[in-house]
């Protein structure tokens, strides 16, 4: 069975700032994928960022960029320059067993 | 544009009454998915799909059935929906889920529904 948490259920973070959102994972299977989702209060979830488990470097996409350090089995989320609009709800998760399971998520405000 | 498209975005309807939740992707993918998501549960998956023809139940199927006729639709169906199936709920898809690693499952815009 696979497992992620999420230990920071809010964030706040001055605009223009960094900000790192945590997830740590659990897992038995050699090889997976690990995601970031954003979940704005429209409700949509949009896809941020993936992280293959035999990458050998931490993926990048933007602002956004995945610290993975699969010894620890961990799998932050660093947002650079930290904008208004990245409010929202950020959902971890890992791919297996044909689906997709959620961390609980963490509700980033940024203030102006 | 690459999208996956759910209908309707909100509905209110009573207990009992059949509903059924279009999901439609135009980017060909074999795999297709229904999520719920509710307060203090996260999400959950219902059922999958790796091609046509082809489902199988996720998490929390009872009270729901798919079909596969067609590569591009999944539609998920509420045949005597119940208050306790009050939720958001999300389609998703992706290229293949024979790739274990590289998965970018897109999601729709999911439904809100209600019923009372």
């Known amino acids: 069975a696979q497992k992620i948490t999420q230990t920071q259920p809010g964030m706040f973070v001055q605009e223009k700032e960094a900000v790192t959102l945590d997830c740590t994972y659990d897992?038995?299977?050699?090889?997976?994928?690990l995601f970031w989702y954003k979940q704005p209060s429209s409700g949509e979830m949009i896809f941020l960022i993936y992280?293959?488990?035999?990458?050998?470097q931490n993926a990048t996409e933007g602002r956004y960029s995945l610290n993975f350090q699969k010894a620890r089995k961990s799998a932050n989320l660093v947002i650079s320059a930290s904008q208004l609009g990245d409010s929202a709800m950020y959902f971890c998760?890992?791919?297996?067993?044909?689906?997709?399971?959620f961390g609980k998520g963490t509700k980033l405000s940024v203030i102006p | 544009e690459a999208q996956v498209t759910q209908n309707p975005r909100y509905l209110i309807t009573v207990t009992g009454k059949k509903l059924t939740v279009t999901c439609s992707q135009n980017m060909n993918h074999e795999y297709m998915s229904w999520y719920r998501q509710d307060p203090g549960l996260g999400l959950r998956q219902i059922y999958y799909s790796m091609n046509v023809e082809v489902t199988d139940k996720g998490d929390v199927p009872e009270g729901y059935k798919v079909s596969r006729k067609e590569k591009r639709n999944f539609p998920l169906i509420l045949e005597s929906p119940s208050p306790n199936q009050t939720s958001l709920y999300f389609c998703?898809?992706?290229?293949?889920?024979?790739?274990?690693?590289?998965?970018?499952?897109?999601f729709g815009d999911g439904t809100r529904l209600s019923i009372l």
């Open positions: 992280q293959g488990s035999y990458d050998q």
């Open positions: 998703a898809s992706s290229l293949s889920a024979r790739d274990r690693d590289n998965q970018p499952q897109h």
């Open positions: 897992t038995s299977d050699p090889s997976y994928g």
């Open positions: 998760a890992m791919w297996g067993s044909y689906q997709l399971t």
